[in-house]
């Protein structure tokens, strides 16, 4: 079950993709790592799914990481009079607190912190920015406004507040009770929805602990203006396009994709590109040219997974969405200006042992190209440090932790596997190079180069680079 492939492959499960034996055949296509999405589902599915997934992984024998997604704050207006009301471009629209049904002329908007955070000129969005309002005066509980772009209006639609940082936690009294569920489930990746302020990481933080990594969706324009310290107080990044592309001018969305990418990739976070990238798989059986070239241009960027979310949920063609996206991967990673490209966009490392030993390990990597780089590592930091190298040569991550596998199973060119720790360096270097060896990366006479800290089992600790010889050591 190694991958012939760096970039990896984030799947979303929901109807569409629930069975043990659609799960398997998702994983045996190319899915690396498997989305649980909160905002829809019960428990006792998500449960059901994690259990599937598990079963899958024993059979197969590779480590499948398990990310949780919550769903974030939800914020909608109320109930309007008949299901819907139309908005005239230039007319008047009030929103306030009142519990009535509204109409063309107002609705409620169940949201007090809203309110709060509005000022004359603000631009609010509705219905995924279908309509636009103006805010033309507000206060503590309303908002009088312009209808700037008109429509009709139906109930709960979403309410979207660019450029503006709402006073809002991003973990809701639900989210709460998800992420108890979903940790003691054993998740390994928490996705963080609504992130727009570095102290959103930290929250999080306070309750996972070490129990999982966290990624932070970046889809909320404000958490681009501390994008480099949320990148560094999270464990991943995702680049959540569908609402970054509601509250922003469309053109301006691959450029900021490309900012977070390369602003990941600095700090050796594991980014994955989501949203819409094969979206027309979901009634047909092949992409269009366009979602082609959207993999593709993620692929050439360096991130370290893309993600499909319908396509695979609640899609009609599951299985051949994971194929396409797989096919596209291979093909991209064979063509020689991708390892070009991976080069030129590569960033200085950092002043510490664990980076000067990763920024070796790629140029040696690049002048005896070793058939296999070998990363001891307790807490899965070493392993991202050479990830973040981008090496030609895979990366085998070898473990003691089983759950540090599995977040493992995100990261670009990591091959983790479940391993004893090695008593010594001799035994470290012969249990590597035969691991590489026996999970078929490497054959008598290859080079391996073997990265690791010692004394073993100390986190961070990184400051081993050894290469060795097949035929010697097995």
Request: charged share 25%; proline share 6%; glycine share 8%.
């Amino acid at each position: 079950m190694l991958r012939q492939r760096r970039s990896r492959i984030l799947a979303t499960l929901g109807p569409a993709s629930s069975g043990i034996d659609r799960i398997r055949a998702l994983a045996l296509a190319g899915a690396d790592v498997f989305r649980l999405n909160f905002s829809h589902g019960s428990h006792a599915d998500h449960a059901a799914r994690y259990a599937a997934i598990r079963a899958v992984e024993r059979e197969l024998g590779r480590p499948i990481g398990v990310l949780m997604d919550l769903q974030g704050p939800k914020l909608r207006v109320g109930s309007l009079a008949g299901g819907k009301a139309l908005l005239e471009a230039g007319a008047r629209f009030r929103l306030d607190l009142d519990s009535l049904d509204g109409d063309s002329t107002r609705a409620r908007l169940p949201h007090p912190e809203i309110f709060a955070a509005l000022h004359p000129g603000a631009e609010l969005l509705l219905d995924d920015g279908k309509l636009r309002l103006r805010v033309d005066a507000c206060g503590p509980d309303y908002a009088e406004t312009t209808v700037q772009v008109g429509g009709w209006l139906s109930d709960r639609k979403g309410v979207n507040v660019p450029g503006v940082v709402l006073p809002i936690s991003p973990l809701t009294a639900k989210d709460r009770a998800d992420l108890a569920f979903g940790l003691e489930l054993g998740v390994d990746w928490v996705a963080l929805s609504f992130v727009q302020r570095p102290d959103d990481i930290r929250e999080a933080r306070a309750l996972v602990g070490k129990r999982a990594w966290i990624m932070a969706k970046l889809e909320k324009p404000a958490a681009i203006d501390a994008l480099e310290e949320i990148v560094a107080l999270s464990d991943g990044i995702m680049v959540a396009r569908g609402d970054l592309g509601v509250e922003l001018p469309p053109q301006q969305v691959p450029v900021l994709q490309h900012r977070i990418v390369y602003a990941a990739r600095a700090a050796g976070r594991p980014v994955v590109v989501a949203t819409q990238m094969l979206e027309s798989m979901v009634a047909a059986p092949v992409p269009t040219r366009a979602e082609v070239s959207d993999v593709a241009s993620a692929i050439y960027e360096g991130a370290d997974a893309v993600m499909l979310s319908a396509e695979s949920a609640s899609g009609q063609y599951p299985v051949e969405a994971v194929t396409v996206m797989d096919d596209v991967i291979r093909e991209v990673e064979r063509d020689p200006r991708w390892r070009i490209g991976l080069d030129a966009s590569h960033t200085p490392a950092e002043a510490t042992t664990a980076d000067a030993i990763c920024c070796a390990l790629r140029r040696v990597a690049s002048l005896i190209a070793p058939a296999a780089i070998v990363a001891y590592t307790a807490s899965g930091a070493s392993c991202l440090r050479a990830s973040r190298e981008r090496p030609a040569a895979p990366i085998l991550a070898l473990t003691p932790d089983l759950g540090i596998a599995r977040r493992l199973a995100l990261a670009w060119g990591v091959h983790p596997l479940r391993f004893e720790e090695a008593a010594d360096l001799s035994m470290m270097v012969a249990d590597g190079v035969r691991a590489a060896r026996e999970h078929g990366l490497a054959k008598p006479n290859d080079d391996v180069v073997v990265v690791a800290g010692f004394p073993t089992g100390l986190t961070g600790s990184t400051n081993l680079l050894h290469v060795a010889r097949v035929s010697d050591v097995t």
